[in-house]
């Protein structure tokens, strides 16, 4: 059964860097692109980054460019995002998601969410 | 890229049908047949409903059907269940070496 678990979320005070991980099973990680994707709360769904299969390409919503990245360790089958110089306005719940197949930014598995919470 | 729009809000009784549109541009849903459908149920990630604009995957209700014109995608749920009660999302490609756009979301009510 496929299956994705996020883990790594937590209170943290801004300007500091927090790192989530999402652990795939039930499927070989490395035949998916994968993505991260966030929801504020109370609000709509946001695309945060996106990844190649092999790792080698990646990228970013305008609002965490430059401060947030997106990696894979497909031996690990294990998603990871690195999100560093936190703002109140990082605040959501961060999910892991799956690509349906196409590389067209479509999700067929979504993770449970972690929830990030940005706050001194 | 700016979201797609869609209606804040829809309401049905049980049985009726509803439609939820999902207004873009040609960047996005009238240049590619890449516009996916998603209901989130309180608490819950988001569950794909419909993909490739019109496509169901395997055991999700046949009541729910997808379209596109133009710019504007559509989902159209028939007999409207207390079960569907949720919160709506579309999501469109919009090309290579960029992000996909979701629209901001409608929340279902059934009466």
């Known amino acids: 059964q496929v299956h994705l678990v996020e883990s790594g979320g937590g209170v943290v005070q801004p300007g500091r860097s927090l790192r989530l991980s999402c652990a795939a099973s039930?499927?070989?990680?490395?035949?998916?692109?994968m993505y991260w994707v966030r929801q504020a709360p109370g609000e709509g769904l946001e695309w945060v980054a996106v990844?190649?299969?092999?790792?080698?390409?990646?990228y970013y919503g305008g609002s965490v460019k430059g401060r947030f990245t997106i990696s894979r360790d497909n031996s690990k089958d294990t998603l990871y995002l690195q999100m560093t110089s936190l703002r109140a306005d990082d605040t959501a719940v961060y999910y892991c998601?799956?690509?349906?197949?196409?590389?067209?930014?479509?999700?067929?598995?979504w993770g449970q969410g972690t929830l990030v919470t940005v706050s001194s | 890229q700016s979201a797609l729009t869609q209606p804040a809000s829809v309401s049905g009784s049980p049985g009726q049908s509803i439609t939820i549109s999902c207004t873009g541009t040609?960047?996005?849903?009238?240049?590619?047949?890449?516009v996916s459908w998603y209901q989130q149920q309180p608490g819950k990630a988001p569950k794909l409903i419909i993909y490739?604009?019109?496509d169901r995957p395997s055991g999700v209700s046949n009541r729910f059907s997808g379209s596109k014109s133009g710019n504007t995608a559509s989902l159209t749920i028939s007999g409207l269940q207390t079960e569907d009660e949720a919160d709506y999302y579309c999501?469109?490609?919009?090309?290579?070496?960029?992000?996909?756009?979701f629209g901001g979301g409608t929340k279902l009510t059934v009466l």
């Open positions: 490739d604009v019109s």
């Open positions: 039930g499927f070989p990680l490395s035949s998916y692109v």
């Open positions: 040609s960047s996005d849903i009238g240049g590619y047949n890449y």
């Open positions: 999501s469109s490609y919009t090309g290579s070496g960029t992000l996909g756009v």
């Open positions: 998601a799956r690509d349906l197949g196409t590389s067209s930014f479509q999700i067929d598995c």
């Open positions: 990844i190649s299969r092999d790792g080698g390409d990646e």
